[in-house]
């Protein structure tokens, strides 16, 4: 049973970076051929898919959000991190992190659905 927990700051300061940790249980994140997103939900808006790291170390973007984006994984630890720079108050959102259903043979469904999912976790942006 692979379980996801998000952990990191709940209250980010405009124009600093947003960092977020996904620690996964239950499964490595280097096992083949699975792949680790990242997704937001703001208030009172649909979830919107950020990016993604793959078992191989590969990054995916959204093409949106990828100026400001960088996924990273520390497998030592089975966690894969989340770093959002130059956050505005429009970043404010349920985070998630979630293992996505993409495969290499199904890549077009990447960004597209999940299969396990962390419980999310707020993070506002204010002074």
């Known amino acids: 049973q692979v379980q996801l927990q998000e952990s990191g700051p709940g209250l980010v300061k405009p124009s600093q970076t947003l960092s977020l940790t996904c620690t996964v249980s239950?499964?490595?994140?280097?096992?083949?051929?699975?792949?680790w997103s990242w997704i937001r939900q703001p208030p009172g808006k649909g979830l919107e898919w950020m990016g993604a790291?793959?078992?191989?170390?590969?990054?995916y973007y959204s093409p949106s959000l990828q100026s400001r984006t960088f996924i990273s994984r520390d497998t030592s630890k089975n966690q894969f991190t989340l770093q959002l720079s130059s956050v505005t108050p429009e970043d404010t959102a349920v985070y998630y992190c979630?293992?996505?259903?993409?495969?290499?043979?199904?890549?077009?469904?990447?960004?597209?659905?999940?299969?396990?999912w962390g419980q999310g976790t707020q993070v506002t942006v204010s002074s």
């Open positions: 979630a293992r996505d259903l993409a495969s290499p043979l199904n890549w077009y469904r990447l960004g597209g659905g999940y299969d396990y």
């Open positions: 239950g499964g490595s994140i280097t096992t083949n051929y699975y792949y």
């Open positions: 790291i793959a078992y191989s170390g590969s990054t």
